[in-house]
């Protein structure tokens, strides 16, 4: 997520760069063919405004659809974040000796919060680390310029400015070895930890660490986890529908195509030397376009380690801060930091 008030000239710059030359090098060609006199043909102005004006709300419709998925995916981590303080509440405050009959000593009850306060925020690390596995529509599956470009943004402005310690450690760090060594083996690891939630839970109701209301309630919360944790995969496994998140792209093309022989012959007839600042004016409108269409295509996929990306880590950072106080644990980890304007 990028958190400075404005993006700067010279991030821009480097970000849009390359559409900058194309641009330029294709007016400038279609210039000098104009200018030589080795072509004359003419379009009028009006089809070319009616087709700029359509693409226009084309490429408007897809950023309106892709900020809501990025929105949306923002939402639901919110909930992630309400629904994990509650849980570190309902674990601090149910599980006592109110309804045993054999009394647990301080220290017991202690590992027992611990355990399930530690377990949750390895199911936070699980989930953050499976949502940033690429899907074969995001950029860095691309293939080629556009898999490279992805992977510089990465290192650059996205997962690559943290030191991802959490997630290299295999989350050994929140799980019993035991516990770890069978979990991540499955296919989806975060279902399986919840999963280990609840069979704990039971054996909490069995030795009336809680009771059956109690029970109850955090159970409702293990399943709103599920909930939570199936939206958020249902964003990264679904991608925004293809036929209009490449049509815009052709229209973007066509549109730009034609530009240079309405706009450069148009500005001819005024003066001719007018030639030359056409090509700066076709390249200024169809940049603008350009980077409608980039600003939607980067954005409609919220977990793909880039600057745009929901800050999962950071979320996950403040959750786990928040949880492990409740332990009354003082050796907490710093909060995620923004890097180059990028808050990760």
Known sequence: MIVTKDISLRRLIRWSAH???????????I????????????????PVSVIGTAVAFYVGFKNNQAYDRMWEARKIW???VNDSRSWGMMVDGFIT?????????????????????YRHIAWLYAHRSQLLVATPWEHISQGGLMSRSARFYQDKFGVGLVNDEVTKSGLKSFL?????????????????IVNEQSRNLTDLRSQNLIDDFRHMEMTNLLKSFYTLQGKNERIKKFPFPRQYANMSRYFVGIFIILL??????ELM?????????????????????VMMEVVADYSENPFQGMANDIPMLSLCRIIETDLREMLGETDLPPAIQAKRGVLM
């Not at 309804?99 to 027992?112: A, C, M, P, V």
């Open 176 to 192: 019993p070895e035991d516990e770890y060594d069978r979990l991540v083996k499955h296919v989806n690891t975060a279902t399986q």
């Open 260 to 265: 240079p022989f309405s706009m450069i012959p």
């Open 269 to 289: 007839a005024v003066v001719d030397w007018a030639v030359w600042l056409a090509v700066f004016i076709s390249a200024l409108i169809g940049w603008v376009y």
């Open 78 to 80: 919110g909930g992630i």
């Open 31 to 46: 210039a000098f063919l104009y200018q030589f006199g080795y072509i004359s043909i003419k379009i009028p102005w009006l």
């Open 19 to 29: 559409h900058i030359l194309w641009l330029l090098f294709l007016m400038g060609s």
């Open 97 to 117: 000796n109110q309804f045993t009959q054999k009394q647990f000593s301080g220290l017991e009850i202690r590992q027992i919060k611990q355990r399930l306060i």
